[in-house]
Protein backbone atom coordinates (compact mmCIF):
# COMPACT_ATOMS: atom_id res chain seq x y z
CA UNK A 1 0.00 0.00 0.00
CA UNK A 2 1.32 3.37 -0.85
CA UNK A 3 1.54 6.65 1.19
CA UNK A 4 -0.95 7.89 -0.75
CA UNK A 5 -3.61 4.63 -0.52
CA UNK A 6 -3.25 4.64 3.38
CA UNK A 7 -4.72 7.98 3.96
CA UNK A 8 -6.96 6.15 6.00
CA UNK A 9 -4.66 3.97 8.10
CA UNK A 10 -6.14 3.83 11.84
CA UNK A 11 -9.90 5.02 11.01
CA UNK A 12 -12.71 3.15 11.57
CA UNK A 13 -15.36 3.97 8.09
CA UNK A 14 -19.23 2.97 8.84
CA UNK A 15 -20.95 3.13 5.34
CA UNK A 16 -24.33 2.42 4.84
CA UNK A 17 -25.91 1.49 1.91
CA UNK A 18 -23.08 -0.82 0.78
CA UNK A 19 -25.27 -4.15 -0.52
CA UNK A 20 -24.97 -3.61 -4.13
CA UNK A 21 -21.83 -4.24 -5.93
CA UNK A 22 -22.46 -1.07 -8.65
CA UNK A 23 -23.59 1.13 -6.03
CA UNK A 24 -22.31 4.12 -4.43
CA UNK A 25 -22.38 2.80 -1.02
CA UNK A 26 -19.97 -0.43 -2.09
CA UNK A 27 -17.70 1.86 -4.19
CA UNK A 28 -17.32 4.19 -1.31
CA UNK A 29 -16.54 1.18 1.56
CA UNK A 30 -14.12 -0.56 -1.36
CA UNK A 31 -12.41 2.57 -1.42
CA UNK A 32 -11.97 3.49 1.94
CA UNK A 33 -10.87 0.00 3.12
CA UNK A 34 -8.13 -0.32 -0.05
CA UNK A 35 -6.57 3.58 1.40
CA UNK A 36 -6.29 1.72 5.02
CA UNK A 37 -9.55 2.05 7.28
CA UNK A 38 -11.14 -0.64 9.23
CA UNK A 39 -14.64 -0.60 7.08
CA UNK A 40 -18.24 -1.76 8.54
CA UNK A 41 -20.21 -2.02 5.65
CA UNK A 42 -23.98 -1.31 6.37
CA UNK A 43 -26.56 -3.08 4.69
CA UNK A 44 -30.64 -3.70 5.05
CA UNK A 45 -30.90 -6.99 5.39
CA UNK A 46 -28.82 -9.70 8.15
CA UNK A 47 -28.91 -11.99 5.08
CA UNK A 48 -26.47 -9.22 3.52
CA UNK A 49 -23.77 -8.87 5.90
CA UNK A 50 -22.29 -12.29 5.00
CA UNK A 51 -22.29 -10.91 1.74
CA UNK A 52 -20.52 -7.54 2.10
CA UNK A 53 -18.00 -9.57 4.11
CA UNK A 54 -17.39 -11.80 1.75
CA UNK A 55 -16.88 -8.55 -0.79
CA UNK A 56 -14.43 -7.45 1.94
CA UNK A 57 -12.43 -10.65 2.24
CA UNK A 58 -12.51 -11.24 -1.59
CA UNK A 59 -10.56 -7.74 -1.82
CA UNK A 60 -8.36 -8.43 0.81
CA UNK A 61 -10.07 -5.41 3.28
CA UNK A 62 -10.22 -5.14 7.01
CA UNK A 63 -14.01 -5.03 8.01
CA UNK A 64 -16.86 -6.57 8.64
CA UNK A 65 -20.83 -6.57 7.22
CA UNK A 66 -23.45 -4.47 9.29
CA UNK A 67 -27.32 -4.61 9.01
CA UNK A 68 -29.03 -1.49 9.89
CA UNK A 69 -32.49 -0.93 8.35
CA UNK A 70 -32.70 2.85 8.78
CA UNK A 71 -36.93 2.49 7.77
CA UNK A 72 -37.43 2.27 11.74
CA UNK A 73 -40.76 3.31 12.17
CA UNK A 74 -40.88 2.42 15.78
CA UNK A 75 -39.77 5.72 17.03
CA UNK A 76 -37.00 7.12 18.51
CA UNK A 77 -36.16 4.74 21.44
CA UNK A 78 -35.57 2.28 18.52
CA UNK A 79 -33.70 3.79 16.33
CA UNK A 80 -31.36 5.12 19.00
CA UNK A 81 -31.26 1.39 20.71
CA UNK A 82 -30.54 0.05 17.50
CA UNK A 83 -27.89 2.21 16.25
CA UNK A 84 -25.92 2.23 19.46
CA UNK A 85 -25.45 -1.59 19.44
CA UNK A 86 -24.46 -1.32 16.20
CA UNK A 87 -21.66 0.66 16.82
CA UNK A 88 -20.49 -1.10 20.11
CA UNK A 89 -20.32 -4.03 17.44
CA UNK A 90 -18.34 -1.94 15.26
CA UNK A 91 -16.03 -0.75 18.13
CA UNK A 92 -15.42 -4.44 19.68
CA UNK A 93 -14.59 -5.37 15.75
CA UNK A 94 -12.51 -2.47 15.03
CA UNK A 95 -10.48 -1.87 18.66
CA UNK A 96 -11.65 1.81 18.28
CA UNK A 97 -14.93 3.69 18.07
CA UNK A 98 -16.41 4.78 14.52
CA UNK A 99 -14.34 7.76 12.97
CA UNK A 100 -15.97 8.30 9.65
CA UNK A 101 -19.40 7.93 9.75
CA UNK A 102 -21.26 8.14 5.79
CA UNK A 103 -24.69 7.92 4.98
CA UNK A 104 -25.27 7.09 1.73
CA UNK A 105 -28.12 4.59 2.02
CA UNK A 106 -31.12 6.11 -0.02
CA UNK A 107 -34.41 4.95 -1.98
CA UNK A 108 -36.57 6.34 -4.45
CA UNK A 109 -40.41 5.97 -4.57
CA UNK A 110 -41.11 8.42 -7.74
CA UNK A 111 -44.75 9.91 -8.60
CA UNK A 112 -46.19 12.86 -9.70
CA UNK A 113 -47.51 14.92 -6.53
CA UNK A 114 -51.36 13.98 -7.40
CA UNK A 115 -50.48 10.43 -6.49
CA UNK A 116 -48.17 10.70 -4.14
CA UNK A 117 -48.85 8.58 -0.91
CA UNK A 118 -47.90 8.97 2.74
CA UNK A 119 -45.95 5.66 2.67
CA UNK A 120 -44.01 6.82 -0.30
CA UNK A 121 -43.02 10.04 1.16
CA UNK A 122 -42.08 8.45 4.95
CA UNK A 123 -40.10 5.65 3.62
CA UNK A 124 -37.80 7.97 2.08
CA UNK A 125 -37.89 10.52 4.85
CA UNK A 126 -37.24 8.05 7.36
CA UNK A 127 -33.54 6.69 5.32
CA UNK A 128 -32.45 9.86 4.50
CA UNK A 129 -33.33 11.96 7.83
CA UNK A 130 -34.52 10.07 10.81
CA UNK A 131 -32.86 7.02 10.57
CA UNK A 132 -28.93 8.58 9.87
CA UNK A 133 -29.65 11.68 12.37
CA UNK A 134 -30.11 9.30 14.76
CA UNK A 135 -27.23 6.99 13.86
CA UNK A 136 -25.06 10.25 13.58
CA UNK A 137 -26.29 11.65 17.53
CA UNK A 138 -25.51 8.03 19.11
CA UNK A 139 -21.83 8.15 17.26
CA UNK A 140 -21.16 11.44 18.22
CA UNK A 141 -18.96 10.21 21.45
CA UNK A 142 -16.66 7.98 19.27
CA UNK A 143 -16.49 10.47 16.47
CA UNK A 144 -15.48 13.02 19.09
CA UNK A 145 -12.40 10.80 20.17
CA UNK A 146 -11.29 10.43 16.57
CA UNK A 147 -9.91 14.19 16.28
CA UNK A 148 -11.37 14.84 13.64
CA UNK A 149 -14.72 12.91 13.51
CA UNK A 150 -16.45 13.00 10.23
CA UNK A 151 -19.52 12.68 8.75
CA UNK A 152 -20.66 13.08 5.04
CA UNK A 153 -24.54 12.61 4.31
CA UNK A 154 -24.99 11.68 0.46
CA UNK A 155 -27.86 14.01 -0.84
CA UNK A 156 -28.68 14.77 -4.24
CA UNK A 157 -28.05 17.48 -6.95
CA UNK A 158 -31.78 17.46 -7.07
CA UNK A 159 -32.54 18.70 -3.44
CA UNK A 160 -30.58 22.19 -5.09
CA UNK A 161 -32.40 22.08 -8.77
CA UNK A 162 -35.63 20.30 -7.93
CA UNK A 163 -36.85 17.23 -10.26
CA UNK A 164 -40.51 16.64 -11.29
CA UNK A 165 -42.07 13.50 -10.28
CA UNK A 166 -39.94 13.12 -7.22
CA UNK A 167 -40.88 15.82 -5.06
CA UNK A 168 -40.50 13.13 -2.32
CA UNK A 169 -36.89 12.25 -2.89
CA UNK A 170 -35.86 16.27 -3.07
CA UNK A 171 -37.38 17.40 -0.44
CA UNK A 172 -35.97 14.95 1.76
CA UNK A 173 -33.04 15.25 0.30
CA UNK A 174 -33.01 18.87 1.39
CA UNK A 175 -34.05 18.31 4.49
CA UNK A 176 -30.54 15.70 5.04
CA UNK A 177 -28.45 19.03 3.65
CA UNK A 178 -30.04 20.99 6.20
CA UNK A 179 -29.66 18.94 9.32
CA UNK A 180 -26.07 18.16 8.28
CA UNK A 181 -25.56 21.77 7.92
CA UNK A 182 -26.92 22.54 11.32
CA UNK A 183 -24.56 19.98 13.26
CA UNK A 184 -21.50 21.27 11.24
CA UNK A 185 -22.30 24.60 12.86
CA UNK A 186 -23.45 23.05 16.77
CA UNK A 187 -19.47 20.92 16.09
CA UNK A 188 -18.04 23.67 14.98
CA UNK A 189 -14.19 23.41 16.86
CA UNK A 190 -15.73 20.78 18.72
CA UNK A 191 -13.58 18.03 16.55
CA UNK A 192 -16.33 16.65 14.33
CA UNK A 193 -16.58 17.72 10.85
CA UNK A 194 -20.54 17.19 9.29
CA UNK A 195 -20.13 17.59 5.19
CA UNK A 196 -22.68 17.26 2.19
CA UNK A 197 -22.06 15.51 -1.08
CA UNK A 198 -24.25 15.98 -3.74
CA UNK A 199 -24.00 13.90 -6.94
CA UNK A 200 -25.39 14.15 -10.39
CA UNK A 201 -26.30 11.23 -12.56
CA UNK A 202 -24.44 8.15 -11.38
CA UNK A 203 -25.07 4.93 -13.23
CA UNK A 204 -26.08 2.71 -10.46
CA UNK A 205 -29.28 0.64 -10.00
CA UNK A 206 -31.04 3.63 -8.88
CA UNK A 207 -31.35 5.26 -11.95
CA UNK A 208 -30.24 3.05 -14.92
CA UNK A 209 -32.91 0.27 -13.39
CA UNK A 210 -35.59 2.70 -12.61
CA UNK A 211 -35.61 5.29 -15.24
CA UNK A 212 -36.79 4.63 -19.08
CA UNK A 213 -34.66 4.55 -22.14
CA UNK A 214 -35.69 7.98 -23.14
CA UNK A 215 -35.50 9.42 -19.80
CA UNK A 216 -32.01 8.29 -19.32
CA UNK A 217 -31.22 9.62 -22.79
CA UNK A 218 -32.60 13.29 -21.81
CA UNK A 219 -30.23 13.38 -18.88
CA UNK A 220 -27.23 12.23 -20.79
CA UNK A 221 -27.69 14.75 -23.49
CA UNK A 222 -27.40 17.50 -20.73
CA UNK A 223 -24.04 16.07 -19.86
CA UNK A 224 -21.18 17.97 -21.36
CA UNK A 225 -19.24 14.22 -22.18
CA UNK A 226 -23.06 12.50 -22.69
CA UNK A 227 -22.14 10.15 -20.57
CA UNK A 228 -23.40 9.36 -16.59
CA UNK A 229 -20.54 9.58 -13.52
CA UNK A 230 -19.52 6.00 -12.09
CA UNK A 231 -19.97 5.23 -8.53
CA UNK A 232 -15.95 5.27 -7.98
CA UNK A 233 -16.42 9.19 -8.65
CA UNK A 234 -18.63 9.98 -6.22
CA UNK A 235 -16.21 7.11 -4.03
CA UNK A 236 -13.18 9.84 -4.53
CA UNK A 237 -15.12 12.94 -3.97
CA UNK A 238 -16.52 11.16 -0.13
CA UNK A 239 -12.56 10.19 0.13
CA UNK A 240 -11.22 13.83 -0.55
CA UNK A 241 -14.08 15.18 1.55
CA UNK A 242 -13.66 13.18 4.72
CA UNK A 243 -9.62 13.85 4.17
CA UNK A 244 -10.09 17.47 3.98
CA UNK A 245 -10.84 18.72 7.52
CA UNK A 246 -13.34 21.13 6.15
CA UNK A 247 -17.08 21.41 7.89
CA UNK A 248 -20.47 22.32 6.39
CA UNK A 249 -19.76 21.83 2.88
CA UNK A 250 -21.97 21.05 0.26
CA UNK A 251 -19.87 19.18 -2.41
CA UNK A 252 -21.19 19.00 -5.45
CA UNK A 253 -20.02 16.46 -7.86
CA UNK A 254 -22.02 16.62 -11.11
CA UNK A 255 -19.89 16.29 -13.91
CA UNK A 256 -21.13 19.83 -15.33
CA UNK A 257 -25.04 18.43 -14.96
CA UNK A 258 -26.14 21.81 -12.55
CA UNK A 259 -24.79 23.83 -15.63
CA UNK A 260 -26.97 22.73 -17.55
CA UNK A 261 -29.93 22.51 -15.36
CA UNK A 262 -29.24 26.44 -14.35
CA UNK A 263 -29.57 27.54 -18.01
CA UNK A 264 -32.76 25.61 -17.96
N1 LIG B 1 -27.46 7.21 -8.62
C1 LIG B 1 -27.58 8.52 -8.70
O1 LIG B 1 -27.63 9.10 -9.80
C2 LIG B 1 -27.65 9.36 -7.46
C3 LIG B 1 -27.68 10.75 -7.63
C4 LIG B 1 -27.75 11.55 -6.50
C5 LIG B 1 -27.78 10.99 -5.25
N2 LIG B 1 -27.76 9.63 -5.11
C6 LIG B 1 -27.82 9.11 -3.75
O2 LIG B 1 -26.74 8.25 -3.56
C7 LIG B 1 -27.08 7.23 -2.63
C8 LIG B 1 -26.69 5.88 -3.19
O3 LIG B 1 -27.45 5.67 -4.36
P1 LIG B 1 -27.10 4.57 -5.46
O4 LIG B 1 -27.29 5.23 -6.75
O5 LIG B 1 -25.84 3.88 -5.14
O6 LIG B 1 -28.36 3.61 -5.26
P2 LIG B 1 -28.51 2.05 -4.99
O7 LIG B 1 -27.55 1.28 -5.79
O8 LIG B 1 -29.98 1.80 -5.15
O9 LIG B 1 -28.11 1.94 -3.46
C9 LIG B 1 -28.92 2.37 -2.42
C10 LIG B 1 -28.59 1.51 -1.22
O10 LIG B 1 -29.36 1.98 -0.10
C11 LIG B 1 -29.85 0.85 0.58
N3 LIG B 1 -31.07 1.10 1.34
C12 LIG B 1 -32.28 1.42 0.88
N4 LIG B 1 -33.17 1.48 1.88
C13 LIG B 1 -32.49 1.18 3.02
C14 LIG B 1 -32.85 1.06 4.38
N5 LIG B 1 -34.10 1.20 4.78
N6 LIG B 1 -31.91 0.74 5.28
C15 LIG B 1 -30.63 0.54 4.90
N7 LIG B 1 -30.22 0.60 3.61
C16 LIG B 1 -31.14 0.93 2.68
C17 LIG B 1 -30.14 -0.16 -0.51
O11 LIG B 1 -30.25 -1.44 0.06
P3 LIG B 1 -30.82 -2.70 -0.79
O12 LIG B 1 -29.66 -3.15 -1.61
O13 LIG B 1 -31.25 -3.64 0.29
O14 LIG B 1 -31.95 -2.20 -1.61
C18 LIG B 1 -28.96 0.04 -1.45
O15 LIG B 1 -27.89 -0.79 -1.12
C19 LIG B 1 -28.57 7.38 -2.35
O16 LIG B 1 -28.76 7.99 -1.10
C20 LIG B 1 -29.05 8.29 -3.47
O17 LIG B 1 -30.14 9.08 -3.07
C21 LIG B 1 -27.70 8.80 -6.18
Redesign the pocket.
Given at each position: MSAEQARFEGRVAFV?????PN???WATARLLGQEGAFVAA????NT?AKKVEGWLTEEGLNGIGVE????DLNGYASIKAKSEARLTRIEEAAGAPVSDLVH????THDDVAIRMTEEDWTEIDT?KNKGPFFLTVAALRGLRKAKPGNVVS?S???ALYGHAGQSNYVAT?AAMIGWTKSLALEYEGKGVNFNVVA????D????RGKLTAEQWQTLLEMMPDKKALQ?EDIASAIAEVLISNKTGQVVVVDGGLSEALSKK
Open positions: TGTGRGIGGVRADIDLTIAGVVVSLANPGLVTDMTP
